[in-house]
């Protein structure tokens, strides 16, 4: 029995890794669909009307999806090539993760994912929560403005409702939907019954989940759809009396998808024109400044969790409140700054004298972050470094030539891997390539698999492992396993010690979370086929010693 243990162990470890594989996946997964913000139950006071507007209606033209370079596509887009040669353009940066609705959350509060409290990743219908910050609607209603929406249904679960004095909402998201999103707000521009319009055309969107994404021809023709209901749009407004602002919440990867950090999907067009807009190219802007921009032109309250600044060098403000915005925006971010310290390290902060910029608040709110999440680092990395370093120094220990082949067979299996994620099928390291959580895991999976079966049979036939007999056999078989295993441990364990089992209080790393998810998944079927194949090569094995005999 004894010369049976080490297969038993291996086979025992690897049923472990299926285990508690699945279920940090399953807690990495879920948690970033029940992640909420720390200041969710202690949003910041808010703050009064900052005076009078500097346009008598604001329409908020959002096209979900639109990639930068498409906007900037003049025979692609020609209304918006117009608007932005009359008015002030950028190009807006914003902050992962890249879906909907921790992007129009982000648009209507000013405040980062982090602390904005709205979803991390597109919820359903059902489970999206209400804004519990403040937010331009909010903000809006207060002062005593009349408030439309006209576009996607999750609009009417995000923004509080009692907020919005007009509305329509639809589950569709193509050209159909569209046409039925303008059909109600059209009127409402003809008879000027709002002065804050948001107006969501979906269907860019659409076409890069749906059509191929930005590679295929359907993508430009979607956006040549939407570039002409922004000029149907603007026929029905005074630009001398209106601003209109065009913009997106997030770009697609080449292939189509959202949602990670790549640097395509968090770059977005922004296009403004009309009453108080001093025109212009101003280079870039974060999406966190896009809420206490538009309240400074409308005059209302800037949302009390905004982390954002009001781009005053691209409107044309009444002295009044031009001159109150510096101490304005102090107050407003020493609210946010204190309510984020609260929440996090139980004390308020002590602030610098002088103007409070947005930048050195949200350095301020950094600071307090990693002040919790170093503390919490340091005590994981040295769980981490302990599970990697004693199977190594066992290797080192008990080293002999064939682990060479196991290393390499190891190596080879990743690279395999990567040829058909990354070279084949064009995958990005990141949740913009996750269509669905099944199609990952599956994709992943299977993925993995075929590359640690086609290394198996290399690393067994290099080692000569099928003339060692069923037990000699299963041992190479197995101990292969383990040491892709161990490889694969080292990308988890570098995910855990950074971002933890889950996400928790706050969002982590996402390039580094993705590695470390993928690298769960790889191993959990590594683990299993290599039980399978374990089989094989011991009845193998097995079957070769006896014909030999």
């Known amino acids: 029995m004894k010369k049976y243990l080490g297969l038993i162990a291996g086979i025992l470890i690897c049923l472990g890794v299926i ?20 200041i969710k139950d202690s949003a910041p006071a808010t703050l009064p009307p900052l005076g009078k507007p500097a346009t008598e209606r604001l329409v908020f033209i959002l096209v979900d999806g639109l990639r930068v370079d498409t906007a900037l596509d003049a025979a692609v887009m020609p209304n918006l090539a117009k608007l932005r040669a009359q008015g002030a353009s950028a190009v807006i940066n914003s902050d ?25 990743i597109n919820l359903d219908y059902e489970s999206i929560p209400t804004f519990t910050q403040d937010n331009l609607f909010s903000a809006a209603h207060r002062a005593g403005l009349s408030t439309a929406i006209s576009g996607y249904y999750w609009f009417e679960k995000l923004v509080p409702q009692g907020d919005v004095t007009r509305h329509f909402y639809t589950p569709g998201e193509d050209k159909t939907a569209d046409e039925a999103v303008m059909a109600a707000a059209l009127p409402w521009l003809k008879d000027r019954s709002a002065e804050l319009v948001l107006i969501h055309l979906d269907q860019v969107d659409y076409a890069g989940h749906h059509e191929g994404g930005p590679q295929d021809p359907r993508w430009n023709q979607a956006a040549e759809r939407a570039d002409g209901m922004i000029g149907e749009i603007l026929r029905g407004l005074d630009l001398s009396r209106d601003t209109v602002l065009v913009l997106s919440d997030h770009g697609h990867i080449r ?34 400044d896009i809420a206490p921009t538009l309240a400074a032109l409308l005059g209302i309250a800037i949302p009390s969790s905004s982390e954002g600044q009001v781009r005053t060098e691209l409107l044309a403000l009444a002295p009044e409140i031009l001159n109150q915005i510096p101490a304005y925006g102090k107050a407003q971010l020493q609210g946010v700054v204190n309510a984020y310290s609260q929440a996090i390290l139980g004390k308020a902060v002590e602030f610098p004298t002088g103007d409070l910029t947005s930048a050195q608040a949200k350095e301020m709110i950094e600071t307090i972050r ?38 390499v067979g190891a190596i080879f299996v990743l690279f395999l891997f990567n040829l058909r994620y990354s070279w084949i099928d064009n995958r990005t390291y990141s949740l913009s390539s996750v269509r669905s959580e099944m199609d990952m895991i599956l994709y992943v999976g299977i993925t993995a698999a075929g590359a640690f079966a086609l290394s198996w049979l290399v690393v067994m036939l290099g080692t000569k492992s099928f003339k060692l007999g069923g037990l000699g056999a299963g041992r ?29 209080w706050t969002l982590p790393d996402f390039a580094i979370q993705y590695l470390g998810l993928m690298a769960v998944i790889i191993a959990i079927f590594t683990a299993a086929s290599g039980l399978i194949l374990t089989g094989i090569a011991a009845f193998t094995g097995w079957l070769v010693a006896k014909k030999g005999s």
């Open 19 to 38: 285990v508690i594989g699945y279920e940090w996946a399953m807690s990495m997964i879920g948690s970033l669909y029940d992640f909420r913000s720390p």
């Open 96 to 120: 992962p993760p890249s879906y909907s609705e921790p992007g129009y959350t982000t648009l209507l509060t000013g405040a980062r994912p982090d602390i904005s409290d709205g979803p991390a």
């Open 255 to 288: 292939i189509g998808g959202h949602g990670g950090q790549d640097e395509a999907v968090l770059r977005e067009p922004f296009v403004m024109i009309g009453k108080g807009v001093i025109p212009g190219q101003y280079g870039e802007i974060y999406q966190s």
């Open 370 to 407: 990693l002040q919790k999440l170093e503390r919490e680092r340091s005590v994981r990395s040295v769980l981490g470094v302990f599970l990697i370093v004693i199977p190594l120094v066992l290797i080192i220990v008990r080293w002999k030539w064939k682990f060479i082949w196991f290393l």
């Open 476 to 504: 190479n078989s197995i101990l292969f396993v383990l040491f892709c295993l161990y490889v694969l441990m080292i990308i988890a364990l570098v995910n855990f010690g950074i971002n933890g089992w889950k996400v928790t």
